[in-house]
């Protein structure tokens, strides 16, 4: 079974940081790009982070951009996004996906998902 997983979402204080892992079972990451989506209260879900299978490209929104970091580890089947000076406005529900092809930035464009991980940014 396809499957990924986000884990390592929680509460933390503005300013602090966290790291999300996603990792994946019933199929090899090695030849999908990943994405990292993430859907605040009464928003749509933006993307966050872009990674492509080589592990060479990366792309980060904007808002992100400098104080995210996203990394792969094919030997564990695993992606992470390192996210350090949290603000209270990167809450929101985290979501990592996968697709075979390119590296696309939008949602639909995306073949599986995970269940996503809460993060919290409040003092």
């Known amino acids: 079974q396809v499957q990924l997983v986000e884990s390592g979402g929680g509460l933390v204080q503005p300013g602090g940081s966290l790291r999300l892992s996603c990792a994946a079972s019933g199929f090899s990451l090695d030849y999908y790009a990943i994405g990292w989506f993430r859907q605040a209260p009464g928003k749509e879900r933006e993307g966050v982070s872009f990674?492509?299978?080589?592990?060479?490209?990366?792309y980060y929104a904007d808002s992100v951009q400098g104080r995210f970091t996203i990394s792969r580890d094919n030997a564990k089947n695993t992606v992470y996004l390192q996210m350090n000076s949290l603000k209270p406005e990167d809450t929101a529900v985290y979501y990592c996906?996968?697709?075979?092809?390119?590296?696309?930035?939008?949602?639909?464009?995306?073949?599986?998902w995970g269940q996503g991980t809460q993060v919290t940014v409040s003092s």
């Open positions: 990674m492509g299978s080589s592990g060479r490209t990366a």
């Open positions: 996906a996968a697709v075979l092809a390119g590296v696309p930035r939008l949602d639909y464009e995306y073949d599986y």
